[in-house]
């Protein structure tokens, strides 16, 4: 059960009718996990329309709220096994007078955050921004302010620069940092939504649709027919259908294992998570567990190459593109320079993607750490906001110096509007235990999403 009380009565408010929602979510993993013709889509559809419609039943208990629905459900692709992301957005003379309180519903996330910290978050962060502009308003009250805001930063510069912070933080960083018997661990991996949602990233740069205009199915379903239509690319729709059906059956199963980062992603949990629905399997193709195995990882390679060679489109047609590809042709010595120019240049159409992207293939080429103190030297005498992306590289790269790491952490305490590259510095291998300790207590009081 997830309890939020009021903070003004302390007083239960009325039961919520939950348990017909929470019949609709096993009815759903039913069908789901043993019915070969009920896809991924059915099932984000079915589960989304069911959770859209317990959520405004929330919303209506607390007319005065404004209310912003984040992560799958946002984006209209929820499954059994995901999580309700619910931001209560408040004026900022408002705040922390009306929480909500939900009961009997697992996977239940709830956060605060008022106009004005938000408006900030939007500014001066990609990332952590991102928790807003993946999502949308549910409810009866108006959220206009949100949706100006994120209109207001979604300009081609930014949207570029947060693609290409996204896309080589985790094909470069995150990834690796994850492997497994199987390779990286599936639940955060390629082959897993943190993947499939470039799909729908690189569908609203080039369409624009800033906040995305979301109809009644799965976004996903839209954008994957979007990158057929726009760049001639077959939709892998078998593979992401495999692998969402895998990595929800894997939550209900990672008991069968013991260790934590083999749960979803070993030869053990993967017979097991083929033995827990063996018939949808074995009506899709797959006879036994080794054919299983072999499907599951042709799917994953399918989708990341998909992928790889969807984002290369988008960069080719950016209006940066040419930019881009000189970054590209420099030699790894010339790069520093390059990014240093970029950062002091004022008049840059396209700076935060230059930097980002600059300082990105830096991170990935292990530019030696006296460059990367350079470059995170020059970032710190610019605004926030045009060097988010290259700020994320730098603290990233293993390369980087636990000083400099030191250093970045204090300059981000003071100037970091969100917290996302200050949890990034405590997990960089190369922090060491003091600059973590004293990063991590950064991060706790620059968390403003309460």
């Not at 978050?121 to 009866?140: P, Q, T």
């Not at 979301?214 to 839209?222: F, H, M, N, Q, Y």
């Not at 008049?347 to 292990?366: H, K």
């Amino acid at each position: 059960m997830t309890n939020f009380e009021s903070t003004e009565t302390r007083q239960p408010v009325d039961v919520l009718p939950i348990r017909d929602f929470n019949e609709i979510r096993k009815d759903v993993a039913s069908r789901f996990f043993k019915d070969p013709s009920y896809t991924v889509f059915d099932a984000m559809y079915e589960m989304s329309t069911s959770a859209e419609e317990y959520v405004a039943d929330v919303a209506s208990r607390y007319p005065k709220n404004a209310l912003w629905v984040g992560g799958s459900l946002g984006r209209r692709e929820m499954l059994p096994n995901s999580d309700i992301d619910l931001f209560v957005i408040y004026d900022e003379e408002d705040y922390v007078q009306n929480n909500i309180r939900v009961d009997g519903v697992d996977k239940f996330e709830i956060g605060h955050i008022d106009k004005k910290k938000l408006g900030d978050l939007m500014r001066y962060s990609f990332v952590d921004a991102n928790r807003f502009i993946d999502g949308r308003k549910i409810g009866a009250v108006p959220a206009t302010d949100v949706e100006r805001m994120i209109a207001e930063v979604s300009t081609p510069d930014r949207q570029l620069a947060n693609n290409i912070s996204e896309y080589f933080y985790y094909r470069y960083f995150d990834f690796p940092q994850k492997t497994t018997p199987m390779g990286p661990n599936l639940k955060y991996s390629t082959g897993s939504s943190r993947d499939t949602i470039f799909f729908n990233m690189i569908s609203r740069m080039g369409t624009g649709q800033f906040p995305a205009t979301r109809g009644t199915e799965p976004e996903l379903a839209e954008v994957l027919r979007h990158t057929e239509a726009r760049y001639g690319l077959r939709p892998p729709m078998d593979a992401v259908n495999l692998m969402f059906t895998v990595k929800n059956v894997a939550i209900s199963t990672y008991d069968a294992t013991n260790d934590i980062r083999d749960r979803y992603v070993s030869h053990t949990s993967l017979e097991s998570i083929y033995d827990f629905c063996k018939d949808k399997f074995r009506a899709l193709g797959y006879a036994d567990p080794r054919q299983f195995i072999d499907g599951y990882m042709a799917s994953r390679r399918e989708i990341e190459l998909t992928v790889d060679t969807l984002f290369t489109k988008a960069l080719n047609e950016h209006p940066a593109s040419d930019q881009l590809e000189h970054i590209l042709s420099l030699p790894k010595e010339d790069l520093t320079e390059a990014c240093i120019s970029e950062i002091d240049n004022e008049d840059s159409e396209y700076p935060q993607s230059l930097i980002a992207f600059t300082t990105w293939m830096m991170m990935r080429n292990g530019t030696p750490s006296e460059d990367m103190d350079k470059i995170a030297e020059s970032m710190v005498s610019q605004p926030i906001d045009k060097v988010w992306g290259g700020l994320m590289a730098v603290v990233c790269s293993q390369e980087t110096a636990d000083s400099t790491l030191s250093k970045l952490a204090d300059w981000l305490f003071e100037n970091e509007k969100g917290a996302y590259l200050l949890k990034l510095i405590t997990r960089n291998p190369s922090t060491s235990k003091e600059t973590k300790a004293k990063t991590l207590i950064y991060y706790r009081d620059k968390e403003i999403i309460l």
